[in-house]
DNA sequence: CTGCAGGTTGACAAC
DNA sequence: GGTTGTCAACCTGCA
């Protein structure tokens, strides 16, 4: 038998330290190692991403490119453009591999597709490896631990993973690796599937030049350029890779006392530049940083701390807690990224839901862009939008605003704004706080409503966040910064703000709306329906948004995935002869 | 079955 | 200005 020739395949993984999918990928001791990034059409036209985001995970790629470079002494990451089932089958072919290694993926398209590309590899004779590495237990045991249901209380996932087992500590990165063999590959035309292009705010006026070849324009499998993948330029000041992850990491660990009583509710949503939390989620949603090299840092400054430290729910500790039972839940649940068809997500009769509703698309629009004349809930979106990072008590109040508390439209349509613009967007995690504050899983106090008033005056009395964010606040008094609607025509003149003109009336009065959501609440919640209860469909047009496959997939989240048709092998043979 | 405690992070008024 | 009770009352988990 000769020695392993192994494709590592870099997807939630972008570093090289405490990587147990690397680490096995070493262990058998391969004569060459490819590592791999497939530059995924789906993600390309079929997610929605902001520029900042994009950078990021460029970022994310050249740091490690040149990690790998340097271990290797000569290639580094081998970004290989197309759809992964296809550019992988040709390069398992043409590069003679025995084993393709990869970290587990629970995201729903992630999983359509792996079990797709493990089909097509096992078909051709190559083993695949996969590991568990970007949470702290593996999500699909825990709901097996669970009995089979979705794990979806914090209690429950200390419960069971204490069952399981500790996490392990993490690993250390390689001090040296394999190159890669002859990387000449006959590449396959691929049919890029542009439609529906959710990319296009993103995208520049130039073409996608990313699919003209499979190893990028210099022929040498590059990591791409913004101007290759014809992205506009990021606005926002956080970038990423390893190297920042690990140094950020360090930075917040070196202050022991803040890591230890760290309590989320009480750290400030209205600081910014640095925000008062570590702001390492995006560096874990690219696996940059991993997610047990920062719990077990957290948990030895905890213990050396002694009887002082918080605890979950509160804790950092919990902060990490919560993320693995957003995994759980959405691995464990049907339908998790949308109301209808979801056994586990309340049904609630919301705008925009289903039915068209003018104004209610009127508000949604005012709330993505920052115009709703609510000074805070307008500088937290245009924070969002500009820097790629809000407080996480900044999401609350603008998902409360827009949910249950104001607006009362479906948390779907908050989530996918979301989703193109946080850098640490993770669809598990998105989807299961929009459900929370939505109050349609999760939690159900929906009588706690978020004031888009007085929570932001609470923290912020004078308004900072309002005047970096809204500069047409800029010089409106204290007295008046939350709510500018208060100002006389003097006041405005004085302040140099005219609302209707310079800054938008509120969209509502706030109290009212806020007594409308609350009865529309109470009625649903009386109601007793979920996304999946038979009474829904019924309701509704026969043309059911719920079978019906293309209209409903371009308005979903990464559920649109599994919707989306990944071609057999099979078939791309037969339509390239 | 019932009852009860607890739930990451509310708002507001009264003291 | 900091603490406390009320608002109107949800869920899950456990005894």
């Excluded at 464990?332 to 309340?346: K, P």
């Excluded at 500069?471 to 100002?487: A, C, F, G, Q, R």
């Excluded at 409308?516 to 009625?523: F, I, S, T």
């Excluded at 990464?558 to 092998?569: Q, T, V």
Aim: charged fraction near 25%; include cysteine.
């Amino acid at each position: 038998m000769g020695a392993a020739r192994v494709i590592y395949w870099f997807r939630t993984d972008l570093r090289l330290h405490d990587s147990p999918a690397l680490h096995a990928a070493l262990e058998l001791k391969p004569e060459v190692l490819y590592p791999v990034w497939t530059w995924d059409p789906h993600y390309v036209y079929h997610a929605r991403v902001s520029s900042n985001r994009w950078r990021y995970l460029l970022d994310c790629q050249a740091d490690v490119d040149k990690r790998i470079k340097k271990l290797t002494g000569s290639n580094g990451l081998l970004v290989l453009r197309g759809n992964p089932l296809n550019v992988l089958k040709q390069a398992l072919q043409d590069w003679k591999i025995t084993h393709l290694v990869f970290e587990q993926d629970t995201d729903t398209y992630a999983l359509s597709r792996d079990t797709q590309v493990r089909a097509m590899a096992e078909k051709l004779g190559v083993k695949v490896v996969s590991k568990l590495g970007r949470t702290l237990w593996d999500p699909i045991e825990l709901n097996k631990v669970h009995g089979g249901k979705p794990v979806m209380t914090l209690a429950a996932v200390q419960k069971l993973g204490s069952q399981i087992g500790p996490v392990p500590r993490p690993i250390e990165a390689p001090t040296s690796l394999p190159s890669a063999g002859d990387t000449k590959l006959e590449a396959p035309k691929d049919e890029i599937q542009d439609a529906p292009d959710l990319n296009e705010p993103a995208r520049g006026d130039g073409r996608v030049t990313s699919y003209d070849q499979v190893a990028g324009p210099n022929g040498d499998y590059s990591v791409p350029t913004m101007e290759e993948i014809n992205i506009k330029p990021a606005e926002g000041p956080y970038r990423g890779g390893e190297t920042l992850a690990l140094e950020a990491l360090e930075a917040y660990m070196a202050d022991k006392k803040k890591t230890a009583t760290f309590e989320k509710p009480k750290t400030n949503p209205g600081v910014f530049h640095p925000p008062e939390t570590t702001l390492l989620s995006p560096h874990l949603h690219f696996g940059s940083l991993s997610i047990r090299t920062f719990y077990w840092r957290v948990m030895d400054v905890c213990k050396a701390y002694g009887s002082g430290a918080s605890k979950p729910p509160a804790s950092l500790e919990g902060q990490l807690l919560f993320r693995d039972m957003y995994f759980a839940a959405q691995c464990g649940i049907d339908n998790f990224e949308q109301t209808l068809g979801n056994a586990h997500c309340r049904y609630i009769p919301w705008r925009l839901l289903q039915e068209p509703d003018e104004e209610a698309e009127a508000w949604l629009e005012a709330w993505t862009h920052g115009r709703t004349g609510f000074p805070w809930i307008d500088a937290i979106m245009r924070q969002l939008r500009r820097d790629g990072w809000i407080h996480h008590l900044a999401r609350h109040s603008v998902a409360c605003f827009l949910t249950r508390g104001h607006c009362y439209i479906a948390w779907e349509k908050g989530a996918q704004v979301f989703e193109e613009l946080l850098i640490d967007h993770e669809t598990a995690c998105n989807v299961g706080n929009w459900q929370w504050l939505s109050c349609t899983a999760f939690f159900s106090q929906y009588y706690r409503v978020y004031s888009p008033v007085a929570f932001g005056k609470k923290w912020d009395k004078s308004g900072a966040l309002i005047r970096e964010f809204v500069p047409e606040l800029k010089n409106v008094p204290d007295k008046y910064i939350y709510e500018p609607w208060l100002m006389s025509k003097v006041d405005m003149k004085a302040a140099g703000c005219i609302l209707g003109q310079d800054y938008p009336k509120r969209i509502f009065d706030e109290k009212e709306q806020a007594k409308v959501a609350l009865a529309g609440m109470k009625e649903a919640y009386d109601a007793k329906l979920y996304g999946d209860s038979p009474q829904i469909g019924k309701t509704k047009s026969p043309e059911s948004p719920v079978k019906s496959g293309k209209k409903r997939g371009q308005q979903s989240l990464d559920g649109f995935a599994k919707k989306a048709k990944i071609e057999p092998a099979e078939e791309h043979e037969a339509n390239e002869a």
